[in-house]
């Protein structure tokens, strides 16, 4: 089977970061950035990213292609079943703009939590 799952990471999962090991034999495609509209927020030792209208610059990751065995173990790291993120399309600058990416976005309230703006740094 040959599925190419684009993933945008902006966290922990990012190249030198402690959940990079979860994306081990996948292919980093490059670093990227999200369009407008979406912020960072630190939740203690990990980010978490919430789309906010206000938001001009984006946020700074890396495209990865990951198989379909990989797309599940992330899904559990992040807490899918937990509602703790979700997984959902987003779209990226050039020159990942037409492709289809998704991405891990926080599910839970951000309230109280800093503002990390558009790069979160280990
Ligand atoms: N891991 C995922 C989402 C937040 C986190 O720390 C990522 O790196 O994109």
Redesign the pocket.
């Known amino acids: 089977m040959s599925t190419e799952n684009l993933v ?7 190249r030198g ?1 402690s ?1 990079h090991h979860f994306l081990t034999g996948q292919k980093f495609l490059g670093e990227a950035r999200t369009r407008p509209g979406f912020r960072l927020y630190a939740l203690g030792g ?4 919430i789309p906010l209208s206000i938001d001009r610059d984006g946020v700074k ?1 890396e495209v990865w292609s990951v198989d379909a065995a990989a797309l599940v173990r992330l899904d559990g ?2 807490g899918l079943n937990e509602g703790m ?1 979700r997984r959902e399309r987003i779209v990226l600058l050039a020159p990942f703009a037409d492709r289809e990416v998704e ?2 976005i ?1 599910a839970r309230s951000v309230a109280g939590r800093r503002d990390l703006g558009s790069e ?1 740094i280990e």
């Open positions: 945008f990471v902006y966290g922990t999962l990012k970061c959940n990990f980010p978490g990213m990751g790291l992040e993120y991405t891990y926080y979160w």
